[in-house]
C-alpha cells in the first residue's frame, strides 16, 4: 500500500487557505484568480448524491439548490470541486450582502477555481495547471449553476483592477506548479 494513496475520504476536505504577504507574488510560475464576494464552498459529488460544504465544514447543500443541480448534473460518478459561492446583482457584479442575508439563494452559483478529486481519484499532487485544464475541460457544457473562474497570469496585464465596478474583486494568487495540500494554511 503506498504512503499516500490517490483516493480521498469519503469525509469533509478542508480547503487550502491563502497566505498572507505584504505584496503579492509575480512571475510565469504564479497565476492570480479573482476573489468574488461570496462563500468559499467545498462540493462533492459522489453517485447521484451532491454535498455543498463551508470553508469551516458547515453542510450548505440546502442552501444553495442552483449548484446542487449542476453539480448532480456533471458526468464523472464523482468529484470534489473548489470554489465560491457568489450572488450577483443586476449589474452583474458579485454582492457579498446578497449572500450573507440569504435573500437570493435560489441563484446562487459558484465559481470554480480547483478540481480536487475526480472518480475516485485525489488530484491535489498534480500541478495547479493541469487541475484547472480538467476543471474547464468538466465544466464546458455544465448547467447554470457552475462556472469556470479564469486565471490571469502575466501577460493579462497589470493585476491591479482599476475597474470601479468591480473594486471589491481582488486578484488571489497560486502557484501555477503547486501540488494543492489540505489544512488552513496548505499544510497537511
Not at 443541480?69 to 443586476?90: N, Y
Not at 479564469?150 to 502557484?175: I, N
Request: a positive charge; proline letters at 9%.
Amino acid at each position: 500500500m503506498p504512503l499516500h494513496p490517490r483516493t480521498l475520504s469519503a469525509d469533509f476536505i478542508p480547503p487550502c487557505l491563502p497566505s498572507s504577504a505584504p505584496q503579492a507574488p509575480s512571475g510565469e510560475e504564479w497565476s492570480h484568480e479573482i476573489k468574488h464576494d461570496g462563500f468559499r464552498v467545498i462540493a462533492r459529488k459522489e453517485g447521484t448524491r451532491v454535498k455543498l460544504y463551508s470553508r469551516p465544514g458547515n453542510d450548505l447543500t440546502d442552501r444553495f439548490p442552483l449548484i446542487v443541480e449542476a453539480l448532480s448534473k456533471l458526468r464523472p460518478r464523482s468529484c470534489i470541486i473548489d470554489g465560491e459561492a457568489v450572488a450577483c446583482g443586476d449589474d452583474g457584479i458579485a454582492s457579498f450582502d446578497r449572500i450573507r442575508y440569504r435573500h437570493h439563494d435560489a441563484s446562487v452559483f459558484l465559481y470554480a477555481f480547483d478540481l480536487i478529486e475526480l472518480d475516485g481519484e485525489d488530484l491535489r499532487r498534480d500541478p495547479l495547471a493541469v487541475r484547472k485544464a480538467t476543471l474547464a475541460s468538466l465544466l464546458a457544457r455544465s448547467a447554470p449553476g457552475l462556472r469556470f473562474n479564469e486565471h490571469l497570469d502575466e501577460h493579462d496585464g497589470p493585476l491591479g483592477l482599476a475597474v470601479p465596478s468591480a473594486r471589491r474583486r481582488r486578484p488571489a494568487p497560486r502557484r501555477s506548479s503547486f501540488a494543492s495540500v489540505t489544512g488552513p494554511t496548505g499544510r497537511k
